[in-house]
């Protein structure tokens, strides 16, 4: 797989920060790795806590001076630039992409769009975030102001980098918080390449600045900093545990997005032709590297061997090899990720492998290759059924009635995503409502993304909301004014 002409695309150097308008060098830096490939491709500023430090202070200066000044229209008007400048350059955002997290190129592309999608909704919402006015006591006006909380650091993971900026750091300037943003050091480039498009498009010096480097330096400098208002984090709950610590320490408000295991539930009377694409795909998807992926389906005992052998005939066509070569799957983030799905897999009761896709072979040995893995057998409390594997492994399970169902589908520590297959809209509804997550999806899985769509957790999936309006709420902070006048 040439890497020559890829390169050449990246118009900016990876080794530079942004930090009050000025891209700026760190002490020390970190290699990028191809996933595709294994092989180093650039190198990544190391950021540290004295980067933090100039950042959070030229986050405030910016929130003192054009940023804080400007209006919420004005504000939208930069995002909507942002997002027609993110459109134009999707095919080179997409490449970028593909060589820094081994995103298949069709996927790639599609969160540069989602990204431009993210910014064409925050610049429209910028200027309708209202308060109320409130009846209250005889000569008093009262009224309610939503207000920016200030400083927001923003701490992202790599397995969607460009959905996950667009998301959290769209929102937060839509509401006039200046950002610092901590992508991850497996995955920064296009968080670099937005910030330089936001920096042509016209956002003012220190709105939004990036510190690149690792977790345990660069993200934890930024989630214990005391200049800064709000975190929000997505990733890992172990690391989640930590930022909800450092923002305990600074009594800050988070928002944490952790992933999940989220259960597709298959009732008999499902169209089942219409569900399969959905019931694969949502488990394979950037190589089941996706906090929402649908790594359970659960489905009732009578249709069980017929779905299983029906996603066995999918998994059996699914083709693995580099993201430039646009396949079904691409390879995993990192030799570390491969070890670990792969210690997963060695857990699978014996018989229980239902089918493979396959690694075509000239896939670069140095790439993190997993074929993609459809399990029948691990029972419901398995650690396969139980543990997010971050890895392309789906478990079928089958249930007797809606409260078996339930009682699988509720029965992990998270609570992200979950949807429902039935052609019985009574059915529908209750196990909406009885289904334990932040997203209920009815025949259907993802609804293709929506980023209108409110997103969250409950229980170790997370709390707070991002994405749709929703998130302009946690982005801002309520200020109640009581006016006395006779
Ligand atoms: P992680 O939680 O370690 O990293 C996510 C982000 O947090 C990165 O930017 C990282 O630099 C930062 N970080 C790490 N340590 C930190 C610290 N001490 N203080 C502040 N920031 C810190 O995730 P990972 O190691 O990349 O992946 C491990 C597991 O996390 C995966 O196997 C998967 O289960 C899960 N994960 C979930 C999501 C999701 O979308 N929910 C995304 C990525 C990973």
Not at 452 to 464: A, I, Q, R, T, Y
Request: aromatic share 6%.
């Amino acid at each position: 797989m040439p890497a020559g002409p890829e390169i050449d695309r990246l118009w900016f150097d990876p080794a530079e920060m942004l930090i009050g308008g000025a891209w700026v060098p760190a002490s020390q830096t970190l290699p990028v790795e191809d996933p595709s490939t294994g092989s180093e491709i650039g190198r990544l500023a190391r950021g540290g806590a004295g980067d933090v430090d100039a950042a959070v202070a030229a986050a405030v200066a910016a929130r003192q001076g054009d940023w804080g000044r400007m209006t919420a229209a004005e504000r939208g008007r930069i995002l909507a630039r942002i997002g027609r400048m993110v459109l134009e350059r999707a095919d080179d955002l997409a490449v970028i992409e593909a060589m820094d997290v081994g995103k298949p190129l069709k996927q790639a592309r599609a969160d540069a769009v989602a990204l431009a999608r993210y910014m064409e909704f925050y610049a429209g919402a910028a200027d309708k975030v209202m308060g109320e006015t409130i009846p209250y006591l005889d000569g008093y006006t009262v009224y309610t102001l939503r207000e920016p909380h200030g400083v927001t650091g923003h701490i992202v993971p790599w397995n969607y980098p460009m959905q996950i900026v667009g998301r959290s750091v769209g929102a937060a300037l839509a509401m006039g918080n200046a950002c610092v943003l901590k992508p991850a050091e497996e995955a920064s480039l296009t968080a670099l390449a937005f910030a330089r498009i936001a920096m042509e498009a016209g956002l003012p010096p220190g709105a939004l600045n990036v510190v690149t480097g690792l977790g345990e330096e660069a993200g934890a400098a930024l989630s214990s900093h005391p200049g800064v208002h709000h975190l929000s984090f997505t990733g890992s709950v172990a690391v989640g545990r930590l930022i909800q610590t450092a923002a305990a320490a600074n009594i800050v408000p988070v928002t944490l997005e952790l992933g999940g295991k989220s259960p597709q539930l298959v009732f008999a009377d499902a169209d089942l032709d219409a569900a399969l694409p959905f019931l694969v795909n949502a488990g394979i998807q950037n190589a089941g590297q996706t906090c929402s992926a649908s790594s359970r389906i659960l489905v009732e005992r009578s249709r069980y061997n017929e779905v299983v052998e029906r996603m066995a005939t999918r998994y059996a066509a699914l083709r693995v090899g580099p993201a430039r070569a646009d396949l079904d799957v691409g390879p995993l983030i990192s030799a570390r990720q491969k070890e670990i799905v792969a210690g997963f897999l060695a857990m699978a009761p014996e018989g229980s492998v239902a089918a493979k896709g396959t690694v075509v072979a000239d896939a670069p040995e140095g790439g993190h290759y997993v074929a993609p893995t459809l399990l029948a057998g691990p029972g419901p409390d398995h650690p396969l059924s139980r543990d997010e594997i971050f890895g392309p492994v789906q478990v079928v399970i089958p249930f007797d009635g809606e409260d078996e169902a339930i009682a699988i589908a509720n029965g992990t520590d998270y609570g992200l995503v979950a949807s429902v297959w039935s052609e019985n809209g009574g059915r529908q509804m209750r196990m909406a409502k009885r289904l334990r997550a932040g997203q209920v999806f009815v025949n259907n899985y993802g609804a293709g993304g929506g980023v209108e769509l409110p997103f969250g957790g409950v229980g170790k999936s997370g709390h707070g909301r991002e994405k749709g309006f929703e998130a302009l709420y946690g982005f801002s902070v309520l200020k109640t004014v009581a006016a006395r006048h006779g």
